[in-house]
């Protein structure tokens, strides 16, 4: 019996199915075209973050680029030991373009806070504006604690001057520290020693004329300052005590304050061996 004629024009298996194998690789680049592209925005576009990290701290008791940050006029002041550190923290400057790296990487380390870029600097303010703003938040608190601390120990602002400097650092998270010093320098711990009781205290927290300690943020990365610089106590305000036990540094000691006398009375305790405040009471 003859064999069937075979269809010259019918295509091999092998070469049909090549054809269909290639048809769905140009159907798969066309697809994943548009997402490697956003990818690619995704990675090299600059994302509306700010990478915050600690800073310096600085003894308020001491000098800052060779110049005492406490000067007081009028009345007779106390030499001092121990250190009262206030504490600060650095993030990227306003104009500086974080990309999705940086926001991976900053998630993922504990010296590292990935902040809104508007949490940290006002919308649409230039450099120069948010200096000036910094500025004057750190004009404001230094005047607070002033009032503040003259206040606490019955002294009148017509016979003390007390003047404040910091270079460098804005902003009005030192104020609790402003006060402290300028208690430490006038009074210590009322009894001739020394509110410290000669240690390194650090701390953060806003203050206002009437004493009324305030919360500031940034307290974890503070404390990895403080640490970092010999602290082995922190002051911190009360209502961020939940941040702060998260993220504890080991051999750093929190006391939580809500008012100027509060911390004072705290110190005093805590050089004279009485109980002091925690975060966990």
């Known amino acids: 019996m003859p064999a069937a004629p075979s269809d010259a024009s019918a295509p091999a298996p092998d070469a049909s ?4 194998a290639r048809r769905r690789l140009r159907t798969l680049a066309v697809c994943a075209a548009p997402v490697v592209a956003l990818l690619a925005v995704a990675v090299l576009a600059p994302l509306p973050f700010t990478i915050a990290q600690p800073s310096a701290t600085v003894n308020v008791l001491g000098v800052d680029k060779g110049q005492p940050v406490i000067t007081i006029q009028g009345t007779p002041t106390r030499g001092t030991s121990g250190q009262l550190r206030m504490t600060a ?18 998630w993922f380390r504990t010296d590292r806070a990935v902040m809104p870029h508007d949490a940290v600097y006002p919308a649409g303010k230039s450099d120069q504006e948010i200096e000036q703003h910094n500025l004057s938040d750190m004009k404001k608190s230094q005047d607070a604690a002033t009032q503040a601390a003259l206040a606490l120990l019955h002294r009148s602002p017509g ?17 609790l520290l402003f006060a402290l010093g300028i208690v430490d ?20 927290g806003t203050i206002e004329p009437d004493g009324t300690v305030g919360p500031v943020g940034g307290v974890s990365l503070k404390m990895q300052a403080a640490h970092r610089d010999g602290a082995t ?13 998260g993220e504890l540094p080991k051999g750093l000691r929190l006391i939580p304050v809500t008012n100027l006398k509060g911390a004072v009375g705290a110190l005093k305790d805590l050089s004279a061996g009485r109980p002091v405040p925690s975060c966990s009471s």
Do not use: H, N, Q, Y
């Open 17 to 20: 199915g090549a054809r269909a």
């Open 89 to 106: 923290i650095g993030a990227t400057g306003p104009d500086v373009e974080v990309r999705l790296a940086d926001v991976v990487s900053g």
């Open 159 to 175: 016979d003390v001057k007390v003047g404040l400097r910091l270079a460098d650092i804005g902003g009005p998270s030192a104020g």
């Open 185 to 204: 320098k006038l009074d210590g711990d009322g009894r001739g020693g020394d509110l410290t009781g000669g240690r390194t205290i650090a701390g953060t």
């Open 233 to 245: 106590v922190f002051l911190v305000p009360k209502e961020e005590c939940s941040d702060a036990t």
